[in-house]
């Protein structure tokens, strides 16, 4: 069964730092990759899908990769603002979205 | 504009009752979907529905029911058979069945006391 690691659990920077998230996957029959945005007690917001063929997507301040040869994704936020402190999950798809398998999240603080 | 609306957003229940969350969209989506997310873990599926009057079991369905009468409808019942029912419930949907691109709701915090 696909297992999907996100490291660290939390995270603390101060404002204006560039950070990583990581996302890890074990299955490498990859459909594609989602990462979401979740605010304390709300849903999930899509940030960025990445296609299996592709190798990265950028919005804004954020920018994903995948990496399907060592199972791995990043999602790289520049110039981080208090407003991004949420948590965020990977979702990683082997098919339709019933075969959705989420990460555990990393929530993030950034400190004004 | 068009969304998806759970109600209620808190929820308090006895042990022993049935309660019923409910689960509205407006998005004219196909596929609907029920997720439970408990602290420090990543969401898991309970119920999907592909079409109106069809439903299939997630990875943890024992103890919950749904119903799709409707297309712009699917609720869920968590039953007294359900042994930790306390959680925070997502529902979400997708264009189709085969879509995997997911819009969800503001979800809702059910406590047993």
């Known amino acids: 069964k696909q297992e999907v690691t996100q490291i660290p659990a939390a995270l603390s920077v101060p404002e204006g730092e560039n950070l990583v998230l990581n996302c890890s996957f074990t299955d490498s029959a990859i459909y594609n990759l989602q990462w979401f945005r979740q605010d304390p007690g709300k849903g999930l917001t899509s940030l960025l899908l990445i296609q299996s063929s592709q190798r990265e997507q950028t919005s804004g301040r954020l920018n994903a990769s995948l990496d399907k040869s060592s199972g791995r994704s990043t999602l790289y936020i520049a110039a981080s603002q208090p407003g991004d402190s949420a948590t965020y999950l990977c979702?990683?798809?082997?098919?339709?979205?019933?075969?959705?398998?989420f990460g555990s999240g990393t929530q993030l603080t950034v400190l004004p | 504009d068009g969304g998806i609306t759970q109600s209620p957003k808190y929820l308090f229940r006895k042990e022993g009752q049935n309660v019923t969350l409910s689960c509205e969209q407006n998005l004219n989506h196909d596929a609907m979907y029920w997720y439970r997310q408990d602290p420090g873990q990543g969401l898991r599926l309970i119920y999907y529905?592909?079409?109106?009057?069809?439903?299939q079991k997630g990875d943890i369905a024992e103890g919950y029911s749904v119903s799709r009468e409707k297309k712009e409808s699917f609720p869920l019942t968590v039953t007294s058979a359900q042994k930790n029912p306390t959680a925070f419930y997502l529902c979400?949907?997708?264009?189709?069945?085969?879509?995997?691109?997911?819009?969800f709701g503001a979800g809702s915090r059910l406590t047993v006391l």
């Open positions: 979702a990683f798809a082997s098919g339709s979205a019933r075969q959705l398998t």
């Open positions: 979400a949907s997708s264009m189709s069945p085969g879509a995997n691109v997911l819009t």
């Open positions: 529905s592909q079409i109106v009057n069809d439903f």
